[in-house]
């Protein structure tokens, strides 16, 4: 087995997957990126990869074992989003958003585990803030965030025996091009036609003012080289406050809180 540890990144073509490929490269590391297109940095190795097909992940992590002999870390990174009154949205995309967001972190993580158990090796998976506050018009990836958080717990418990660590990352708001990819049904002469428009907006102008990706990045790569990391792990100041927050206050009140900031209308 070579000595030179061995980094697995899913969607590290751009932000903040691409941000962490591109730190643990600097710090030694063997990176391969696991996404549908290629990174811009020649020191990645890019096997393409779509996460929700696991006949896909399967010869990926195989040619990682053929090639580097050893994975060190898994940084489960690859998703997207949608947004829309959750009673318009369409079912097939649901669930295509839960085939890559959920169960693409889930077959990583499968096909992983026996080479990071060699290694006693670590998981980062990239959750979300959404995963604690369930934002109104993002029903289906606030879902899906908090379904990793709890994939990511019952891992932790699983892996730890073999001393392999699992952990979450849970962004806020982030400048990076998943803004701009997000599939959008606004509502178009509906019932919600008034509020979608301007509420996904508000969302949107969050992000675009978000936290760089490196900052996010920079948190990925301490879980996966701390002994024992934190299960979850909130990024971003103001976030964190709100984390806080969020178990100090009644539920019903925290709701009422998130959706006032999020429920908009263009009406005046």
Request: glycine residues 8%; contains cysteine.
């Amino acid at each position: 087995m070579s000595n030179v540890k061995v980094a697995a990144v899913t969607g590290a073509s751009s932000g903040i997957g691409l941000s962490a490929a591109k730190m643990f490269a600097d710090r030694g590391y063997n990176v391969y990126c696991l996404s549908r297109t290629a990174p811009n940095d020649g020191r990645v190795t890019h096997i393409p990869t779509d996460v929700s097909d696991e006949n896909a992940v399967t010869a990926a992590f195989e040619r990682i074992k053929s090639e580097a002999g050893r994975l060190d870390v898994l940084v489960n990174n690859a998703g997207f989003g949608i947004s829309g009154a959750t009673e318009l949205t369409d079912t097939a995309e649901a669930k295509r958003l839960f085939d890559v967001n959920f169960f693409g972190q889930f077959i990583c993580a499968k096909h992983a585990a026996p080479l990071l158990r060699e290694t006693r090796g670590a998981i980062v998976n990239v959750s979300s803030a959404a995963a604690i506050f369930s934002i109104p018009y993002q029903a289906f990836y606030s879902a899906s965030k908090s379904a990793i958080n709890s994939l990511t717990l019952a891992m932790r418990s699983e892996l730890k025996p073999f001393g392999v660590r699992v952990s979450a990352v849970m962004p806020g708001d982030v400048r990076t091009g998943f803004t701009a990819a997000r599939i959008k049904d606004d509502g178009e002469k509906t019932l919600y036609s008034d509020t979608v428009k301007a509420s996904v907006a508000v969302m949107e102008k969050d992000e675009i003012n978000g936290m760089p990706p490196e900052k996010v990045a920079r948190i990925i790569v301490k879980l996966a080289e701390k002994r024992d990391p934190k299960p979850l792990t909130v990024a971003g100041g103001k976030y964190k406050v709100f984390a806080l927050l969020n178990k100090l206050l009644p539920t019903g009140l925290v709701n009422s809180i998130v959706g006032s900031m999020y429920i908009k209308s263009e009406k005046k």
